[in-house]
């Protein structure tokens, strides 16, 4: 991490977990770890645990995400939760483009952008995801994949603003598997080059693949990696802690 050139960001995204009380115990148990954390310390919560989780954050140095918003204000769209609700109840980030969120919920490159657009026009700050398949990558495919995904998820967009970019390999998710650190940081780099020419501004991004309390310090020395999207460590308040008190 460079942080005297760009914001650090570890946030944790919490996925399908938790239930209201474990959620607000987590948080309290999270709160003295990462309490003196030189980096920013997100939590993205399911829709039900928001409220939950912004009363226990409360007072401390964890802000909260939203891990999807609509990219209408409203209307019949059964399931959705808009931008403007979520910062109503005072929630700050949201996660947009997830591999989940394609793999599974006909997410696109197009729906992506759209949603980015309304999570800017309301305040959020987005946390945008981006990475490649096994297949793709083994194909050779990983850089044009990235290009396709950044180029279409920006269109429009003018500057950078509050974005975060979050590299996740979607086979380095849930897998066990990882990216060496010189692998990360020479994609993020890649993302980083792509990203500056569309928007003409820096910004940070996060490494999304299986960080967590083992190999956080390797990949967070990374020049060009700003921080971690965490899923599964971001449940652990210990292992989350030790990578946010990452130097």
């Known amino acids: 991490m460079n942080k005297n050139l ?11 977990n938790k239930t209201r009380p474990e959620a607000k115990a987590l948080v309290e148990e999270l709160k003295p770890l990462v309490k003196d954390a030189d980096c920013g310390v997100v939590v993205c919560v399911p829709f039900t645990n928001l409220e939950t989780v912004l009363e226990a954050a409360k007072g401390s140095n964890i802000k909260v995400g939203a891990q999807n ?6 209307g019949a769209f059964t399931g959705e939760v808009s931008a403007d609700m979520l910062v109503e109840m005072g929630v700050e980030y949201v ?3 997830h591999s989940e969120r394609r793999a599974y919920f006909g997410e696109t490159d197009e729906t992506v952008n759209k949603r980015l657009k309304q999570a800017l026009a309301n ?5 945008v995801c981006v990475g490649e398949t096994l297949d793709e990558r083994e194909s050779g495919l990983t850089e044009d994949v990235l ?6 998820g920006l269109d429009g967009v003018k500057g950078a603003g509050d974005i975060i970019i979050a590299y996740e390999p979607v086979w380095a998710i849930g897998t066990g598997k990882t990216a060496t650190p010189q692998m ?3 994609t993020i780099g890649y993302i980083r080059r792509i990203a500056k020419d569309l928007l003409s501004e820096d910004f940070s991004i996060l490494y999304g693949g ?34 946010c008190n990452c130097d």
């Open 184 to 186: 990360a940081n020479e």
């Open 69 to 74: 918003c609509h990219f209408e204000k409203s």
């Open 95 to 97: 996660v947009i483009g």
């Open 210 to 243: 299986s960080m967590n309390a083992a190999n956080a310090k390797d990949l967070l020395a990374q020049s060009e990696i700003d921080g971690g999207l965490i899923g599964g460590a971001s449940l652990k308040p210990n292992d989350f802690s030790i990578i």
């Open 123 to 127: 305040g959020l700050k987005p946390i």
């Open 6 to 16: 760009r914001a650090a960001v570890i946030a944790g995204n919490w996925k399908m």
């Open 147 to 152: 290009k396709r995904q950044l180029i279409k």
